[in-house]
């Protein structure tokens, strides 16, 4: 009898015992980290917009008593057109490259501010850029910058109504900046704002006598854009 007593209190005090251990494992046991989205990897896109340009139009290389006339005037209109790609992690933190190319219908003209009227029109424009910036899971704020290229098309109509028309192609600076935000898995949603300066070109003959003259363009652009992303997805994040 005595030993079948000590035998129950043994068992006793080890069942005891093994539940405070696993008690005390559970209070000690980390939490699991919650899924953090990875950026990370290559995809591909469509944006559209709408774009605001400025020109600047001097004709300082005129004859004596004839230059520095000078006039500005904007342009506007719409834009559409597709990107590529990739990003790197590190982090936070978000490093990568990305490439893209628009039809835009962006265009405008000085109403004969200087006795002639010239318009211009952006054909077309593309960029090969850097990206860095800043993640909270599905969320990016990011900057871009980098070589853009686009060609022009200008018209210059006298008071007599006599034309001069050509076409330059252009390269220059681009850089902005933007949000993103990854709606799923592979569909990333973003709004971005991006500057443009392509530089000054010049006309040194026109056709129809009218003063030799240069046009410097910049242009802004808001966009919103749509991208496929390949592979990647959430990913347990690290304490």
């Known amino acids: 009898m005595k030993r079948i007593l000590l035998t129950t209190v043994a068992l006793g005090a080890l069942a005891l015992g093994t539940s405070a251990f696993a008690a005390d494992l559970a209070v000690k046991a980390p939490p699991l980290a919650p899924p953090v989205y990875d950026w990370s990897g290559l995809y591909i896109g469509g944006f559209g917009g709408y774009g605001f340009g400025n020109q600047n139009v001097n004709n300082t290389t005129g004859p004596a008593g004839f230059a520095n006339f000078t006039a500005n005037f904007e342009t506007h209109g719409p834009l559409a057109g597709g990107e ?3 990003n ?7 490093f990568g490259i990305e490439g893209d190319g628009a039809w835009t219908n962006i265009r405008g003209n000085d109403n004969f ?4 009227n010239d318009a211009n029109h952006l054909k077309w424009v593309g960029s090969l850029r850097v990206r860095g910036g800043i993640t909270v899971d599905r969320l990016l704020l990011f900057f871009t910058g ?12 006298d008071a007599f109504g006599v034309v001069d028309a050509f076409s330059v192609h252009r390269s220059g600076l681009t850089a902005g900046g933007g949000l993103a935000y990854a709606i799923t898995d592979n569909l990333i949603g973003k709004i ?23 046009v410097a363009n910049t242009y802004s652009t808001v966009l919103l854009g749509l991208d496929f992303k390949f592979g990647g997805g959430p990913v347990i994040a690290k304490y």
Not at 88 to 94: A, E, F, I, S, T
Not at 113 to 116: C, H, N
Not at 146 to 157: K, L, M, P, R, S
Not at 192 to 214: I, Q, W
């Open 113 to 116: 501010a200087l006795g002639w």
């Open 88 to 94: 790197w992690m590190v982090g936070q933190m978000l």
């Open 146 to 157: 980098g070589w853009a290229v686009g060609d022009i098309d200008h018209t210059n109509t």
């Open 192 to 214: 971005e704002y991006r500057y443009y300066d392509l530089g000054t070109y010049h006309r040194d003959a026109p056709t129809n006598a009218v003063l030799p003259y240069t």
């Open 84 to 86: 590529i790609g990739y």
